[in-house]
């Protein structure tokens, strides 16, 4: 059985990764798990200048998921260069994604000039849910105009494989798709969370305090799933597929939508072991039903 995904000219070992914000920069985790089983880590997001995120609360469970609003706390490129790179280096096998993130295309392709020359990078996930504030706040992943832009602004300053990660907040994701492919990605990951809200009526307040925030987890899985089938159907680079994976069947259910690779997200706040689980679902059920390579997936369902 070959479980290897290729991106770019570089191949993962498996199609089993992390999603970006629920596994930090896999140190913490890396006392819980053996990450050199994994195929692939997505950092938490990285800015060019550190990030306090949003004052608290700032995550609330709902049914069947969460809301989060984090709003991309973290330590800046040269904290992740000095503080988290040197654990980074040491991760073995498993491919390091760093999910960057920017309110301009400055921005983000800083962070990618300061970053590019480490060799533990292997490549880079963009995440466009941020709003640009150049553009009066519109989040760059909701027009295809400025994220075709911004993909070839990235595709000059770097090799290493660039995917882009959707925001299912759009009116039709694969337009959003089709414009990151003629930019230059080598692949999408498909989904960031859904917008939602909870309302605690007792204090007749929202539970958290952005009022509004991504919604993740098993209640967004049917929508990944959807946008995963129509963005493949789409474009020709490999889609990874996100959102409310919680075992190995729902893996196998972003694999049949069209996904080239999956993330967990949420999940690995429940149970840390999952993403090693879901690999192993994966290999039995690949086996069971004589599926030799991820690719014998997409072939069922037109
Ligand atoms: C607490 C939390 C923080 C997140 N931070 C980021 C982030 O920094 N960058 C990003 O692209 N996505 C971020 N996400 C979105 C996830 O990577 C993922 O797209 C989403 O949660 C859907 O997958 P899931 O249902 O498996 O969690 C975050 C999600 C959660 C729950």
Known sequence: MDLS????????QNPVGTASGTFGF??????????SQLGSIYTKAVTVLPREGNPLPRLT???????????????????????KVPFLNTIK?????????GSTEDEYTKVIDMIDSVDSVWGYEINISCPNVK?????????????????????KRTNKPVIMKLTPNVTDITTVATACEIGGA???????????MKIDINKKKPAIYQKTGGLSGPAIKPVGVAAVYRVSKKISIPVIGLGGIMNWEDAVE??????SAIQIGTANFIDPNT???????IKRYMTNNKLEKISDFHSFIE
């Open 5 to 12: 995904v290729k991106i770019r000219d570089k191949i993962m």
């Open 135 to 155: 553009c009066g706040g519109l989040a760059f992943g909701t027009d295809p105009v400025q994220v075709e832009r911004l993909t070839k602004e990235i595709r």
């Open 61 to 83: 469970e709902t049914p069947y998921g969460m809301i989060n609003s984090i709003g991309l706390a973290n330590t800046g490129v040269k904290g992740f260069l000095e503080n």
């Open 186 to 196: 080598d692949a999408v990951s498909c989904i960031n969370t859904v917008m939602g």
């Open 93 to 101: 096998n498993c491919a390091v994604i760093v999910n960057v993130a």
């Open 26 to 35: 896999g140190e913490e985790y890396g006392e819980l798990i053996d990450l």
């Open 275 to 281: 993403p090693i689980d879901v690999l192993d679902g």
């Open 254 to 259: 972003y694999f049949l939508a069209g996904a």
